[in-house]
C-alpha cells in the first residue's frame, strides 16, 4: 500500500508533539498488517462506468482522472 518509510515519515510529521516515536513505529506495523486483509483491484479502463454516456469520463470524476493519467489506487476487503 504504502512504502513503510513513508509511512512513518508522515505520521512523524503529523503525530511528533503528541505520539513517541516508540508508538508510531507500532502505529506503521499495525497499519501494515491491514495488507493482510486487503487486495488491490485491478480495473481495466474498458470496465469504468454503468452509464449510457459513450465516453464515461464526461460524467465520472473517477474516470475522468484516469484518462488524465492520474494513478489511483483501489482495494477491496479480502473474503473470509
Avoid: F
Avoid at 515519515?9 to 505520539?19: K, P, Q, T
Amino acid at each position: 500500500m504504502i512504502p513503510r518509510g513513508e509511512l512513518a515519515e508522515l505520521l512523524r510529521a503529523r503525530l511528533h508533539d503528541v505520539v513517541p516515536q516508540q508508538g508510531i513505529d507500532r502505529l506503521v506495523g499495525e497499519i501494515l498488517d491491514l495488507e493482510s486483509e486487503w487486495e488491490e483491484m485491478e480495473i481495466p479502463h474498458s470496465d469504468m462506468g454503468y452509464s449510457t454516456s459513450a465516453n464515461c469520463s464526461e460524467i465520472c470524476w473517477l474516470a475522468d482522472q484516469i484518462d488524465r493519467g492520474s494513478i489511483i489506487k483501489l482495494y477491496r476487503k479480502k473474503k473470509g
